[in-house]
């Protein structure tokens, strides 16, 4: 029995050592920040924010301008997460310690312009009024990037800085020519647009250059009809660039937030949208900041099978507790190859212990004269013999040692009992 505890004392104190290296739990509540309320990151991040409820962690929204905006909230430890358009990690200080957990989904550029004003490159806008979008924006970065590609810059095009909004109705009111919007095809300015008789949608006819130049940026087939098929709208095929939208985080953020952001994430983008397929996304094709590692790993394999087959709190603990494990096995696997032998020393121990005072008996048997002092020893191996029966327990394995003991006391019970017999007779030989 104490070898047993002694077992489970050092397990324990293991245990309690072990404990020491696992990791904290992730945090319950945590910011995400967003583009401007309406829009397709705020509407995501709503989505977000209602599943991971669920699982008793609470995401607060915090709307901005846009990308560079958030950016700039993470890049200062302000929010823990942002969904950010790819094409806007150059406008902010320094992207150290930022991370990509995954592309979500599809971000047109769309630039439209008055049908009256012939629009077949970019390069055709210089010296016209341009919208490139509010500073703060996804929008406006990637704009004045492929602007300047294109040899367009302020000194030779007015550049106009406003809101999406107020951008789209400059262009319908004619006030500008062209203005430039990185949103998701199912906005309703989007559509509105679209649908104006007297705008016309762009088709970037060198799509591949600039795809072969920036990783972050896909080129998307625009189909005649997609948006309407009864007015035909488009009314011809268009050939988009596209940017994707990011989660992007802090290099320290929880590996278990990680996942469960990632787990979401399939459900809610997983099925595709618009101009996504089935199964497109979440990927890490398009990731313009570094990938963290765990969050790959996740997209490459999926979740762990604890989290498949627990609810994601307890999977998520078992993962930590993991690490605990590993002095156990170190432990168990020396001490299991020593308890046997030792456990079978113990068992034999309670009866080989009696051998020394049986074979002691047995070397002092002829020089003892006095018939008391047998009839004392006698007495105690009988009292042995008793214990044996009556107190002694051993496996039924090591059985076959316990009765040969009490043969062996038997016969030297016997041996006892005719030295008592001799040294009686001789006794009375020599009173006679």
């Keep these: 029995m104490k070898l047993w505890f002694s077992l489970i004392f050092i397990i324990l104190l293991s245990f309690i050592a072990a404990y020491q290296f696992v990791e904290s739990p992730p945090p319950q509540t945590f910011t995400i920040a967003t583009g401007r309320e309406g829009g397709a990151y705020h509407r995501f991040a709503l989505q977000y924010q209602q599943q991971l409820a669920k699982e008793g962690v609470n995401i607060e929204v915090q709307p901005t301008a846009g990308s560079v905006a958030a950016l700039k909230l993470l890049q200062a430890g302000e929010v823990a997460i942002a969904l950010v358009?790819?094409?806007?990690?150059?406008?902010?200080?320094?992207?150290?310690?930022?991370?990509?957990?995954?592309?979500?989904f599809y971000e047109p550029v769309w630039l439209?312009?008055?049908?009256?004003?012939?629009?077949?490159?970019?390069?055709?806008?210089?010296?016209?009024?341009?919208?490139?979008?509010?500073?703060?924006?996804?929008?406006r970065p990637l704009a004045l990037q492929l602007l300047k590609d294109n040899g367009i810059t302020a000194e030779n095009t007015t550049f106009i800085e406003v809101s999406h909004k107020e951008g789209a109705q400059q262009l319908k009111d004619g006030k500008i020519e062209a203005a430039f919007f990185v949103m998701s095809p199912s906005s309703e300015l989007i559509l509105e647009l679209v649908r104006?008789?007297?705008?016309?949608?762009?088709?970037?006819?060198?799509?591949?250059?600039?795809?072969?130049?920036?990783?972050?940026?896909?080129?998307?087939?625009?189909g005649e009809g997609m948006f309407d098929l009864e007015h035909n709208i488009p009314a011809q095929d268009k050939t988009l660039l596209s940017t994707t939208a990011s989660l992007v985080t802090h290099s320290d953020l929880h590996p278990d937030m990680i996942r469960l952001l990632l787990r979401e994430a399939i459900k809610i983008h997983g099925p595709g949208g618009f101009l996504e397929h089935k199964g497109d996304f979440p990927n890490e094709k398009y990731v313009e900041l570094p990938m963290n590692s765990i969050a790959s790993q996740y997209l490459q394999y999926g979740p762990s099978w604890l989290e498949s087959l627990f609810p994601f709190w307890l999977a998520s603990k078992l993962e930590r507790l993991k690490i605990m494990l590993i002095p156990i096995i170190f432990l168990l696997i020396p001490l299991l190859k020593g308890i046997i032998p030792l456990y079978n020393w113990q068992i034999r121990y309670k009866v080989f212990r009696w051998y020394g005072e049986l074979r002691k008996i047995e070397q002092e048997i002829p020089q003892i004269h006095e018939p008391q002092r047998i009839e004392q020893e006698i007495k105690q191996l009988k009292n042995l013999q008793h214990e044996l029966i009556e107190v002694v327990s051993v496996p039924l394995s090591f059985m076959w040692e316990l009765y040969l003991l009490r043969m062996h006391i038997t016969f030297l019970l016997e041996r006892l009992e005719e030295h008592l017999i001799l040294l009686k007779k001789g006794g009375e030989i020599e009173g006679s």
């Design 85 to 104: 358009q790819g094409g806007t990690a150059s406008e902010i200080d320094s992207i150290e310690g930022l991370e990509s957990l995954a592309c979500l």
């Design 112 to 139: 439209f312009h008055r049908r009256g004003y012939p629009l077949n490159y970019l390069s055709d806008l210089r010296g016209q009024r341009v919208n490139i979008g509010e500073l703060g924006s996804g929008t």
């Design 196 to 222: 104006h008789p007297e705008l016309e949608l762009l088709t970037f006819k060198r799509h591949l250059a600039y795809t072969h130049r920036y990783s972050y940026l896909a080129s998307l087939k625009l």
